[in-house]
């Protein structure tokens, strides 16, 4: 019977890792399962393992976050210089755990798709899907996320877990619409 038990969860890791991802939970009766599917609603104690991200410090987002992100991508323009408007906007991202993609305003090229996006070169600029504000006001930057659908809070994970920066893309895109902008203005980039 212990031979069976030990063949069964090596078969079990084994196809979990093929893959990729698997999900643990009790039932309303308080049996236990493993499977590769979403619980259904009633489940207790889920626990999702993705196989696929090892141990290379990868977060595990909530669901919620990662179709956000997914649908919501969210882009930060900052400068070096900027001082506390980025420092606290990039603080409320990292605070609701949004994964999001930080761009350094360092030359010409940046402040060319700053204007692009919002016709503005105040910084901090965050721009959420389709929609952006400029400056530090936190009520308009949770608003922004709300709507994208990012939960309100989520675990504690470090900045650079959250944070891929990048250049800014080169290629144009859909003009982001601006939600709400003004209240404090950020540092201008010229």
Not at 82 to 107: H, I, M, T, Y
Request: proline letters at 11%; a positive charge; aromatic letters at 6%.
């Amino acid at each position: 019977m212990r031979t069976y038990l030990i063949v069964a969860a090596t078969l079990w890791i084994v196809c979990s890792h093929a893959v990729g991802q698997a999900y643990r939970w009790v039932d309303e009766r308080g049996q236990v399962h493993y499977t590769q599917t979403p619980p259904p609603p009633q489940a207790k104690e889920i626990q999702r393992k993705d196989f696929r991200s090892g141990a290379s410090g990868s977060v595990d987002l909530p669901y919620a976050t990662q179709i956000a992100a997914k649908n919501y991508p969210v882009t930060l323009y900052t400068q070096p210089d900027c001082g506390p408007p980025c420092d606290e906007a990039r603080g409320s991202l990292v605070k609701r755990a949004v994964p999001f993609r930080e761009v350094s305003v360092l030359g010409q090229k940046e402040i060319d798709e700053m204007k692009r996006v919002s016709g503005r070169e105040d910084l901090p600029l965050l721009v959420v899907g389709s929609q952006f504000q400029t400056g530090f006001q936190e009520n308009a930057i949770n608003s922004l996320l709300d709507t994208a659908g990012y939960p309100p809070a989520g675990p504690r994970v470090p900045l650079e877990s959250l944070r891929k920066t990048e250049p800014a893309p080169s290629s144009p895109s859909a003009q982001p619409s601006q939600q709400s902008a003004g209240g404090k203005p950020g540092t201008d980039s010229k």
